[in-house]
């Protein structure tokens, strides 16, 4: 089952790339794990992949990304269907993973391995891999973006970090803007802090 998020305050993603070796009668399979935020960070790595293993038959993958369990995408890359990608992705959601991608890179060794056999390589190849790198525990965060004067920085930084907020984007001239993620479990508390300081506007991001 896909991570349906968006009614909890937390998710699970994984924070550094791991890599794994899985070997089935002379074909190698090498996984590698990534966290990704978006497609761009998955072509990326993907094309810095099929850039390290040339010769390599096929680069196949799987990605699931956001919060709301909708956007993903399995690839076979010329695997028999169903045989690579969706493998892939249900080791990623039997972690309950977002923001996660794993790319399989097979040398053939010689030998046909079936429709079974390549489920088998491609899905152990993932799980190693991902069994390599800490699977991290996030806020769930809503955007919003605060206009402030310079001279309110400090009062609204303090908010920000004892919120444990995240800084996405900043702009510090006379006039500041500030986009921070805050956590939905403490979204009201926020909300009523920010409040309570005077000329500092505050709006969700669209």
Same mark, same amino acid.
């Given at each position: ?35 990704? &935020? ?125 919120? &444990? ?42």
């Amino acid at each position: 089952m896909p991570p349906i998020i968006m009614q909890q305050d937390y998710y699970f993603t994984i924070e550094q790339p791991s890599t794994a070796e899985f070997k089935d009668r002379g074909s190698k399979f090498l996984a590698y794990a990534y966290p990704v &935020q978006e497609v761009a960070d998955v072509k990326l790595r993907l094309g810095e992949l099929k850039k390290e293993h040339p010769k390599a038959v096929h680069h196949c993958f799987a990605y699931r990304l956001g919060l709301d369990g909708t956007q993903f995408r399995v690839a076979d890359d010329g695997e028999p269907s169903g045989s690579a990608g969706r493998p892939i992705l249900g080791q990623i959601d039997s972690k309950q993973l977002t923001n996660t991608l794993v790319v399989v890179v097979r040398y053939f060794g010689g030998t046909l391995l079936g429709v079974p056999g390549l489920i088998n390589a491609y899905k152990t190849a993932t799980s190693l891999a991902l069994q390599v790198t800490p699977i991290v525990q996030k806020p769930v965060e809503i955007k919003y973006v605060l206009h402030f004067d310079y001279t309110l920085m400090n009062e609204v930084m303090m908010v920000v970090k004892q919120s &444990q907020c995240s800084v996405i984007a900043q702009e510090m001239q006379l006039f500041c803007q500030l986009t921070i993620g805050v956590p939905r479990n403490r979204l009201d508390e926020v909300l009523y802090r920010i409040s309570e300081l005077r000329h500092v506007d505050i709006a969700p991001v669209k």
